[in-house]
């Protein structure tokens, strides 16, 4: 029974039902997500040092923008954009890896018979492992003498093995972070598809086979539109993850060597935390400028998706 | 069917959440974490007190030596110390920082030193007065550990030429001490593996100059294969301020030095291109292990203490990690890093500087009982315990070392006690955390590789620095 | 037939390829808590060469005092999870049936907070925090990671919500059934899939928490496992095996879960599936 008029009384009654049911929700994000946001997108117009009283910030307009956005502060101008291409060229490699990759293995993990539960387990484990152990274990695996080069090495394959070890030859560091990455967002996003190929009706599937599809036909036509929405939210956490990855290039290379997998938020991190003449103020504004670009990205492959139907 | 499943689940939620309030309630059970001094053993001669003081620091390692402090402090006042440790450094900076905010500091609270570091503006307590009440504790210190905590005319220049520091800070003065330093450390010392170099033929004692050292590795690499050095080439400031800057003081004495850290002299003049010409030498020559890059500061220790290379750079606290990692210290050799030849200052001595100083809040509720605490700490007393159980060398001079380990008395002996110039003038040194180091680190890495030349790096490192000093006023 | 078989096959492989993948770091280690400090980064071999150090596991069980901290974690974790699934099932079952003014704005709202940087949160949440007296409790760390899992699980559910046939809504309140009675009687018990899917998600989120308890908890009784972990490391040396030890244990109640998970996940799928 669909409401009538606007201010009908059934309609009042079930706008009223549908506040009180998001209450909870709305109330938490007021009390403790609200006023954070507005205290640090505040700060972003001031200046803040280490070592000072938020109180006595001192204003700064625009100055912080203008810093590392126009170049008032060359060098970190310089940090900032390279670090912004490297966050882009990491965010394209991790949707066009991650997705394809989570979507292939979740269906053929309904395609097997056996050992689908240990298989799962399995397959989840990155997600599980403590994450400041794990990168040490990828650090020891990417040395000059560790697993990746000896496996080169024993199918012989000796032009591709990085002397200095992975994370430390210009031309390698980003990509096998890249890797890494990737590897550690997989087991997220199978989880969301588990999820979404549930609801496909498997009619669907057997009609499908008793036309004589094929499995990439039953993948193309079948799967993929159905799970659209999956897709969409799979796309934009990707993205988001992306955009803001921190732990692997923190304690893998710190942004080294020579700043080739330097990525927004260590220039941000190192701007907060690490360098004694930082700003706080600044690294708000850094951070709520990566705000601004990361939801107008979403928007436009949301729609990009959309549209692809 | 899906009723029964809802209800059960219901019931299994309703009873595990009711166990867990009870045993969350539940109090007692062994005790981590805080200090768990129980009652003061012996009769009625122990001392009581209501009061507790809470300190705050990031260094878990130093927790065993405070702890050690607060008990025996207990013992002779009756007063409780609780220590919390957060850890790591940026989530105790933004506790320390939030808590300044909102007015919320401990009694104590630990931070790195510097002359206004962690003072935020004014909830640390100033100590000048107390320090001239006792001239005796005072003249205990080390003189590098206060003239690095102390404020000098240097820091009111850099104030005032800055923008961004708070009008606090600009109305600071000269004499003043925002905070009482509880170790030292010092850097500018080179490692050597004594076997390898037995081996090799090459002396134990200190090469004279840097060339000679080359050589030595040279040498070192011809009769065993292994290379001459190694040291965290990933970590930002481990070559630019473990030894490139005190390199640089000795070559070209105090003006020069001085010139060169306000960014009025340039890398490319050939009185400081040796910064950036010794990373290319030991770069081309295969002296420098493959892969430094990548090495973070304890990976590298390791490399070092399992003989893949025959030197390393380090500090103070850098025997007590070769030990622990294997290293006898028999087959340890240390010396202050080579000067150039030619230099002005060839025989300065190890510089010292304060590492981590004690914060008492001014406001806090018990301001005696934790002025008497930190005094009690930076005592001969304190100190030793403290040493003894965080390994770490005490910003006091002590009087009696002999309870101490071999090590620890090592480290404490390499650490000189006079003042000099270099260690008199942190401020200039520590211009070396400028944005324009670290454009240098990042070149120093790209020589490292093999794609730019040491006349580029400094080049680079020129226009950074001039970009920088456009930003002063 | 035969094609069949191969692409079963196929399957097969790429399934055990990915998964040596995914297993190699977590066996290296299981490897390295049992070797001796400086064998860990000594040699190459998976596991111990020598003998297998079992001392390490008791040393670092009586040193992590396991017991205390692993309830705290139970039960910032718990309730975390309680109010995840409370709070935006509501929400979402608002957000997919219910039609009320502000819907869009308040949905886009919960989906924008999943940008917010996370570098920038933690002071002003302490101040927040401090004038609401919730510093130093368990509380204090719930609350943040259920509004932080808003993104996600209002999408999620109000999605789940939606893919459900509007039929069972419609012949549901024409029975007479109020709002309330139909979200909490028929569209929660169907959305259990979608509740392991939000549970398994954030669990580890949560868990895994770092800098929030550091942050916001003084008091090391109150500490959760991971910070456990992390005191661990003393700074002046790192014992690899000492760490990776620790770090096994504060995972293995996961993986437990994990499992325990896995088993509603399947139950609450073939309740899903009658529906069709």
């Not at chain 1, 199918?155 to 972070?177: M, Q, R």
């Not at chain 2, 009756?78 to 957060?86: D, L, R």
């Not at chain 2, 030619?342 to 008492?360: H, N, R, T």
Request: proline share 5%.
């Amino acid at each position: 029974m669909k409401s009538g008029s606007f201010y009908s009384k059934a309609a009042r009654r079930e706008a009223a039902s549908a506040y009180l049911l998001m209450a909870p929700a709305i109330l938490l994000f007021l009390v403790i997500g609200l006023f954070t946001v507005l205290f640090s997108i505040g700060l972003s117009f001031f200046h803040m040092g280490h070592g000072s009283l938020i109180a006595n910030a001192k204003f700064a307009g625009l100055d912080n923008f203008k810093d590392f956005l126009l170049g008032d502060d060359q060098l970190l101008s310089e940090s900032f954009w390279r670090a912004l291409r490297n966050n882009l060229v990491i965010c394209v490699s991790v949707v066009a890896l991650v997705i394809p990759v989570s979507l292939l293995i979740s269906v053929l993990l309904q395609n097997i018979a056996r050992g689908v539960r240990l298989f799962r387990t399995l397959l989840l484990l990155p997600m599980v492992s403590s994450s400041v152990a794990i990168y040490y274990v990828w650090t020891g695996i990417y040395e000059p003498s560790g697993l990746l080069n000896r496996l080169l090495q024993a199918i012989g394959w000796k032009s591709a093995v990085a002397a200095n070890g992975w994370l430390g030859e210009l031309h390698t560091s980003l990509p096998a972070i890249i890797a890494v990455i990737v590897w550690g967002m997989i087991p997220g996003t199978m989880i969301l598809y588990f999820a979404g190929l549930q609801t496909i009706d498997s009619h669907l599937y057997e009609s499908a086979d008793i036309d004589g599809a094929s499995f990439g036909q039953k993948l193309l036509h079948i799967t993929w539109p159905m799970l659209k929405p999956i897709t969409v939210i799979a796309v934009i956490m990707s993205l988001n993850g992306a955009i803001q990855i921190f732990d692997p290039i923190w304690i893998m290379t710190k942004g080294g060597p020579a700043g080739s997998t330097e990525v927004v938020s260590v220039v941000i991190y190192q701007e907060a935390f690490v360098n004694m003449k930082g700003d706080l103020g600044r690294a708000n504004a850094m951070g709520w400028t990566m705000f601004a670009l990361t939801f107008v990205i979403s928007l436009i492959s949301m729609r990009t998706l959309k549209e692809k139907t | 069917m899906k009723k029964n499943v809802w209800a059960k689940r219901n019931m299994i939620v309703f009873v595990t959440a009711v166990l867990m309030l009870a045993l969350t309630a539940c109090g007692g059970g062994n005790e981590p974490g805080n200090t768990g001094t129980g009652a003061s053993p012996g009769g009625s001669a122990a001392p009581k007190s209501d009061v507790t003081l809470t300190l705050w620091h990031w260094k878990v390692g130093f927790d065993p030596g405070l702890k050690a402090v607060a008990d025996a402090y207990k013992k002779k006042t009756g007063i409780t110390v609780e220590t919390q440790v957060t850890t790591p450094d940026d989530a105790y900076t933004q506790k320390v920082t939030a808590a300044a905010t909102a007015n919320n500091l401990p009694d104590i609270y630990l931070y790195w030193s510097g002359p206004t570091n962690g003072a935020f503006d004014g909830r640390a307590m100033e100590w000048s007065a107390e320090l001239d009440k006792d001239p005796a504790w005072k003249n205990s210190f080390y003189p590098s550990a206060l003239s690095g905590t102390v404020i000098k005319q240097s820091q009111l220049d850099s104030y005032a030429k800055d923008k961004k520091a708070s009008d606090w800070l600009k109305s600071r003065q000269i004499g003043q001490y925002y905070g009482i330093p509880i170790d030292v450390g010092s850097f500018y010392t080179i490692y050597g593996n004594a076997k390898l170099l037995q081996e090799a033929g090459v002396p134990l004692e200190a090469p004279p100059t840097v060339e000679q050292w080359l050589k030595d590795m040279d040498t070192v690499k011809a009769k065993t294969g292994v290379p001459g050095f190694v040291f965290s080439a990933k970590t930002f400031s481990v070559y630019e301020n473990w030894m490139a800057n005190f390199q640089d003081y000795m070559k070209n004495g105090p003006e020069e030095f001085t010139k060169f850290m306000n960014r009025e002299s340039k890398m490319s003049d050939p009185a400081h291109l040796q910064v950036a010409k010794f990373i290319e030498d030991i770069s081309r020559s295969g002296n420098l292990l493959k892969g430094a890059v990548s090495l973070d500061i304890d990976p590298s220790d390791q490399a070092f203490a399992q003989g893949k290379a025959a030197y390393t750079l380090g500090g103070t606290f850098t025997l007590s990690s070769l030990t622990a990692l294997g290293m006898k210290p028999e087959d340890i050799v240390s010396f202050r890093v080579p000067a150039y030849e030619g230099s002005k200052e060839p025989d300065a001595k190890l510089p010292s500087f304060p590492l981590v100083q004690a914060i008492v809040t001014d406001n806090g509720p018990h301001k005696q009982e934790a002025i008497d605490f930190v005094k009690y700490l930076t005592s001969e007393e304190g100190m030793t315990l403290y040493a003894a159980g965080a390994l770490d060398v005490p910003s006091v001079q002590l009087k009696n070392r002999d309870s101490l380990s071999p090590i620890l008395q090592s480290m404490i002996g390499s650490i000189g006690s006079e003042a000099n110039w270099y260690a008199d003038n942190a401020d200039t040194y520590n211009k070396v955390f400028g944005a324009e180091w670290n454009k240098f680190h990042e070149m120093k890495q790209k020589i490292i590789l093999g794609s730019a030349t040491a006349e580029e790096a400094a080049r680079e490192f020129d226009k950074a620095a001039e970009a920088e000093k456009a930003k002063e006023q | 037939m035969k094609r069949g078989y191969s692409a079963k096959m196929i399957s097969y492989a790429i399934l055990l390829l990915w998964s040596a993948i995914c297993v190699y770091p977590l066996l290296w280690m299981i490897g390295a808590s049992f070797k001796e400090p400086f064998e860990v980064f000594a040699g190459y071999a998976l596991f111990p060469t020598g003998a297998w150090n079992w001392h390490t596991y008791v040393d670092v069980w009586d040193r992590m005092h396991f017991f205390r901290y692993f309830v705290n974690s139970v039960n910032v974790t718990f309730w975390t999870l309680v109010g995840i699934n409370l709070f935006y099932t509501m929400a979402g079952f608002a957000f997919a049936k219910l039609r009320f003014p502000g819907s869009a704005f308040w949905f886009y709202i919960f989906l924008a907070m999943m940008f917010v940087p996370g570098i920038t949160i933690m002071i002003p949440l302490y101040l927040t925090e401090n004038e609401l007296h919730l510093l130093n409790t368990h509380l204090g760390l719930i609350l943040p990671l259920v509004n932080g899992s808003a993104p996600l699980a209002v999408f999620l559910f109000r999605n789940y919500f939606r893919s459900i046939p509007h039929e069972i809504y419609e012949s549901v309140r024409l029975d007479g059934a109020g709002i309330f009675r139909t979200l909490f009687r028929i569209y929660i018990p169907l959305a259990l899939p979608a509740m392991a899917t939000i549970t398994i998600t954030n669990f580890l989120g949560s868990w895994n928490s770092l800098v929030l308890p550091m942050v916001m908890l003084n008091d090391a009784k109150l500490f959760t496992l991971p910070l456990a972990v992390l005191l661990l490391d003393s700074g002046v040396f790192r014992q690899w095996n000492v760490l990776m030890a620790g770090a096994l244990i504060s995972i293995v109640p996961v993986v437990l879960a994990f499992l325990f998970f896995q088993k509603y996940y399947i139950q609450g799928l073939s309740a899903g599936a009658i529906k069709s």
